[in-house]
Nanobody, 115 residues
Framework: QVQLVESGGGLVQPGGSLRLSCAASGNILLFNAMGWYRQAPGKERELVAGVSRGGSTNYADSVKGRFTVSRDNAKNTLYLQMNSLKPEDTAVYYC?????????WGQGTQVTVSS
């Protein structure tokens, strides 16, 4: 059973930056893909950014050009660099890892963008 633990959330002013980390208890190369999702109050969880085992990335239109997803296989860690943050980026951010048969979620980390 692989566990995913997110960190790096917090309160930031509009225009600021944060870097989220997702540490896996096992080898992240076991995952076909990994991604960051977010859920704002009253809204459905949505995909923010994803990266395949081969390194291909995809982003939600709302974050393109501002967020960058990356993975460090040696550290078994997934990252999300978030720049030019906006109030509408406020949400709980979740890490997800997907294998052929299972999906694993972290517990989430709160990101609040406010002045």
């Amino acid at each position: 059973q692989v566990q995913l633990v997110e960190s790096g959330g917090g309160l930031v002013q509009p225009g600021g930056s944060l870097r989220l980390s997702c540490a896996a208890s096992g080898n992240i190369l076991l995952f076909n893909a990994m991604g960051w999702y977010r859920q704002a109050p009253g809204k459905e969880r949505e995909l923010v950014a994803g990266v395949s085992r081969g390194g291909s990335t995809n982003y939600a239109d709302s974050v393109k050009g501002r967020f960058t997803v990356s993975r460090d296989n040696a550290k078994n860690t997934l990252y999300l660099q978030m720049n030019s943050l906006k109030p509408e980026d406020t949400a709980v951010y979740y890490c997800k890892g997907t294998t052929v048969v299972s999906a694993y979620w972290g517990q989430g980390t709160q990101v609040t963008v406010s002045s």
